[in-house]
């Protein structure tokens, strides 16, 4: 069963506390491959790597279903800042 | 390390850090101790280790091409970097993915620590962090000490 962009969202909203969650399908439709962009301020006081992990980690059993996944971790404050460049 | 995570663990209820320990430990245990001490000495064999899809020359993935364009942009020299195309290697392809608990290829160690892949690379990259690191390990001459003049004739 591909892995649609809506069952991805469900399954990071259910594994993490989100306050922004950006999903794109980059497969065109095949589910093979995903870029996402995670604020929560589950990553505060963590560095990338770690913040990875941990999705990486919530979400095994999806990565290992998808060719490519990419992700950008940020905790609320730095999503601010980002909005605001 | 833990313990934000269990911070936020028990307000929301969610997975928790032993189901993290628990997957760690299982992963561990896949691996023999021997493809364990090949891939520790591979890791070793030069100050950068790129484990990737295809060569530095030919890269049969995105991902993996952009780590490689990343690392030549910052002029890291052919002797110090050490690079595995995990698809001739089906074995290290999947031992390498249990050793760094770390589902995808591209993976980037720098003197026998693992990094991360391409999304870690590119955002080092971009903020700076990769030059210092690279710098810092010795694998890249510091920004001050570089000739000048770079032009090529």
Request: aromatic share 6%; glycine share 6%; charged share 25%.
């Amino acid at each position: 069963m591909p892995i649609s962009a809506v069952s991805l969202e469900n399954a990071i909203k259910n594994a993490l506390p989100v306050v922004h969650l950006e999903i794109q399908d980059e497969s065109d439709g095949c589910g093979d491959k995903f870029s996402v962009v995670i604020v929560s301020e589950i990553f505060e006081g963590k560095n990338t790597l770690q913040r990875h992990r941990l999705v990486n980690e919530l979400l095994k059993d999806y990565i290992a279903r998808i060719h490519a996944f990419s992700q950008k971790t940020l905790t609320p404050q730095q999503y601010r800042e980002q909005l605001a460049k | 390390m833990f313990r934000p995570i269990l911070n936020s663990s028990l307000r929301i209820a969610r997975p928790t850090a032993s189901t993290v320990v628990k997957a760690r430990l299982r992963a561990y245990r896949y691996l023999s101790q021997e493809a364990r001490s090949t891939i520790q000495k591979a890791i070793e064999a030069k100050p950068l280790v790129l484990f990737m899809k295809g060569t530095p020359d030919a890269p049969q993935c995105g991902f993996s091409r952009a780590v490689v364009q990343v690392l030549d942009l910052h002029g890291v020299p052919p002797e110090k970097l050490q690079s595995y195309n995990v698809l001739e290697d089906p074995e290290l392809r999947n031992g390498i993915k249990e050793f760094s608990e770390w589902p995808t290829i591209p993976q980037v160690y720098v003197n026998g620590e693992f990094i991360g892949g391409c999304d870690i690379l590119i955002g080092m990259h971009q903020s700076g962090e990769l030059e210092t690191l690279l710098e810092n390990s010795n694998i890249i001459p510091k920004a001050a000490e570089e000739p000048a003049q770079t032009t090529s004739s």
